[in-house]
Structure formats: structure tokens, C-alpha cells
């Protein structure tokens, strides 16, 4: 019970850090938010729930491609919804 609690609250932590704010230069991405880390992308979506792409589920150019969309600020959601929609390794 101790081992599930302390996952829990690891997820939740996860879940409500501070993301970098998506530019959303065309101004219609569902995108909301992301955070940038060596060998995955996490990506929240405007309904709130956060999804985590990494290399080895993604691969290393998708993952490659989506950090560069999203420090860029436009793009992503069309990329995630094309290229990589069931890619992700989990959700949050």
C-alpha cells in the first residue's frame, strides 16, 4: 500500500509541474503546455491530461521533431496528430 501511495503521489507531482506554455502561434493547437527532457517529450493537452513520448516508444526523430515544434510554438499538435498519435509511453 505504502509502494502504491508514494507512486501516486509521484504521478500527481509529475502531473501539476510547471510546463513551458505552448506559443500556439496559429492559435488553434490543442496543445497547452510541455516539458522538454533529454530523451522524451512531455506534452499536456488543453483537456489537461498529460502525455509522455520518449525514444524508445516514439523514436528518436519523432521525439526529435516534437521538440523542435514545440520550442518553435506551432506544429506540434498537427505533428502528434499525424505522425505519433498512439505513440506515447503513458499518460497522465
Do not use: C, H, P, W
Request: charged share 20%.
Amino acid at each position: 500500500m505504502v509502494a502504491v501511495s508514494r507512486n501516486l503521489n509521484s504521478i500527481f507531482k509529475l502531473k501539476n509541474k510547471i510546463m513551458e506554455k505552448y506559443k500556439n502561434l496559429r492559435g488553434t493547437s490543442g496543445v497547452s503546455a510541455y516539458e522538454i527532457g533529454y530523451d522524451n517529450i512531455k506534452v499536456k493537452f488543453k483537456d489537461g491530461i498529460v502525455y509522455v513520448y520518449n525514444n524508445s516508444v516514439t523514436g528518436s526523430q519523432n521525439i526529435n521533431t516534437m521538440k523542435t515544434l514545440a520550442l518553435n510554438g506551432m506544429g506540434l499538435n498537427t505533428f502528434i496528430n499525424k505522425s505519433v498519435r498512439k505513440m506515447y509511453l503513458y499518460k497522465l
